[in-house]
Each structure stands twice: as C-alpha cells, then as structure tokens.
C-alpha cells in the first residue's frame, strides 16, 4: 500500500485519511483531503419511486388464507434428538403457538415443547416437541388440540351463559328504574 502524506497539525484526531480508505463512504467527500463529512443531495426522483405505507402493506388476507399447494402444518423428525419432532404452522402467529405450547407441557409424555417465530413479518412458527417415547410426538400435539378445542368450547359455553345472565341483569334493573 502506499504512504499517504499526513497534514501536519497538532492533535491526532484532526488527522485527514488519504482517499483511497474513506472512499467507499457515501457520505465523505471524494477528494483526499477535505474536512468533515458532507451528506449527497437527495435524488429528487428517489422518493416518488418509494411505495407508500398504504402500498407496503400485506392484503389481510394473506395473513390467514392458504396459497395453492400451501400445506397448514409441516412435520420433520429430528434426528439429532430421540422422539423429538419440528412442526411448522403456516398462516398462524403467537396465539396458536402458545396456547399449544403451554398445553403439551401439561401432558405428562411431553419432556419438551417449544415454538419460534422465525420473522415477526411472516405468519408462520416453528415448535418443537419432545416425548419421552410412550407417545410420539404427532399424537401428543393431536392430543394436546382436541384438549385445546375442548377447553375453547367450555370457554364459549362459559362466556355466554355469563354474558346472557348480565343481560337479563341489566334489563331487570332497567325495568325497575323505569317503572
């Protein structure tokens, strides 16, 4: 390489470097030794060719709706590990995962149970789960989502009945005040 001439000065920090190590910063003038960083003109065409954030926005439905060929769940053994599985969902976020996730935990089989979401932008997440070899791991999270679909049902027959109750409450005071 060779040796560039250094400005004589009394402090090492106003130190100029030679062009050819600054010159792949944008921001830095092209010539060697010009003081202090100077931004380029923005290109005036530039912005207009920008989507907008409207535009960038995903359709909603995408987020839910499966694509031709598009499977809902994907399944791989993984080797390194015995009676372990990787499950992949697609179209689905945190609610779906951990809800599976906290109820294959409550299953006595299951040694582990885990999920990721690879990309917050990216519907889709990845669980693990590990049995004890008793069951294997497809029909653990079988299991775990017909208890799950049990428990949601109770939930909803739970609510209603509540909320029904509060209704007729509700109207009985109104009748009272009223009349």
Not at 25 to 50: C, I, L, Q
Not at 75 to 88: G, H, L, M, N, Q
Not at 94 to 113: C, D, E, I, K, P
């Amino acid at each position: 390489m060779a040796d560039f001439p250094r400005e004589k000065s009394a402090s090492a920090s106003s130190y100029q470097r030679p062009e050819a190590v600054i010159s792949h910063w944008a921001h830095y003038r092209k010539t060697p030794y010009m003081k202090g960083p100077v931004m380029r003109p923005p290109n005036p065409e530039s912005r207009f060719n920008r989507p907008t954030a409207e535009e960038n926005v995903p359709n909603r439905f995408e987020l839910f709706l499966l694509a031709d060929g598009e499977k809902k769940l994907t399944e791989e053994t993984d080797t390194r590990i015995p009676s372990t599985s990787v499950f992949t969902f697609n179209k689905e976020d945190h609610t779906l995962g951990n809800m599976l996730r906290a109820r294959l935990l409550q299953s006595s089989h299951v040694l582990f149970s885990g999920y990721k979401v690879p990309h917050p932008l990216f519907s889709n997440f990845i669980l693990r789960v590990q049995t004890d070899g008793t069951l294997t791991p497809r029909q653990a999270l079988l299991q775990a989502c017909k208890d799950l679909v049990t428990d949601l049902g109770l939930l909803s027959r739970e609510f209603t009945k509540e909320w029904e109750l509060r209704k007729m409450v509700g109207e009985g005071v109104e009748g009272i005040n009223g009349a």
